[in-house]
């Protein structure tokens, strides 16, 4: 069975935030702290080998951790910041959180690896109705795959997912547990919830 430690994490800080009005998500305040010191809460009660993928604010977010850009350009979404981090981070499996769900489980990390089999390549959160996929854990034997998958133009993570053995970690206990603050609404309607 994967073991926590045998893993390393990245906390995905590299979008353009559109929904926030362009504001760079892991500095945005919620509950007086901003987004990505919950992300790192998250993390290091559960593990000490996390880093950041981010694509602006990079001194900023290296006041709290490694960081590093997506290696494609023009903003391809959260599966580049995926591909940067496989290919940065040491460990064979590596895991990836958003930095806008702050109330993501103190256990995410056992979860995900409590789910691996011997020929999985990814195990993806599911919350018992959607699966929730930026909340995950990669080989690093399927970077070819992502490297051709965002070569040729594609986006949608889902579909490189199911170009891969990917099993799905249960996380039906934790209903409120993907709550994703994309705009001052939400960050608004969900304060008082968390």
Request: with cysteine; proline share 6%.
């Amino acid at each position: 069975m994967l073991q926590p430690k045998q893993t390393s994490w990245v906390i995905l800080a590299g979008g353009q935030a559109r929904r926030m009005g362009g504001k760079d998500k892991g500095f945005v305040l919620f509950q007086n702290k901003p987004l990505i010191e919950h992300a790192l809460d998250t993390l290091t009660s559960q593990t000490d080998q996390i880093a950041i993928n981010a694509n602006r604010s990079i001194e900023e977010y290296s006041r709290y951790a490694v960081t590093f850009s997506d290696q494609f350009s023009e903003y391809p979404g959260p599966l580049a910041g995926m591909h940067s981090g496989l290919v940065n981070m040491n460990s064979d499996w590596v895991g990836f959180i958003p930095c806008d769900s702050p109330n993501l489980p103190n256990n995410l990390v056992s979860l995900l690896c409590n789910a691996v089999k011997e020929d999985t390549d990814i195990v993806v959160a599911h919350d018992g109705e959607y699966m929730q996929p930026v909340v995950t854990l990669m080989h690093k034997r399927i970077i070819p795959k992502i490297d051709a998958f965002l070569t040729r133009g594609d986006r949608k993570i889902i579909l490189l997912y199911k170009e891969c053995n990917t099993v799905f970690a249960d996380f039906s206990d934790y209903p409120n547990a993907f709550i994703n603050l994309n705009s001052p609404q939400e960050l608004e309607q969900f304060g008082t919830l968390l």
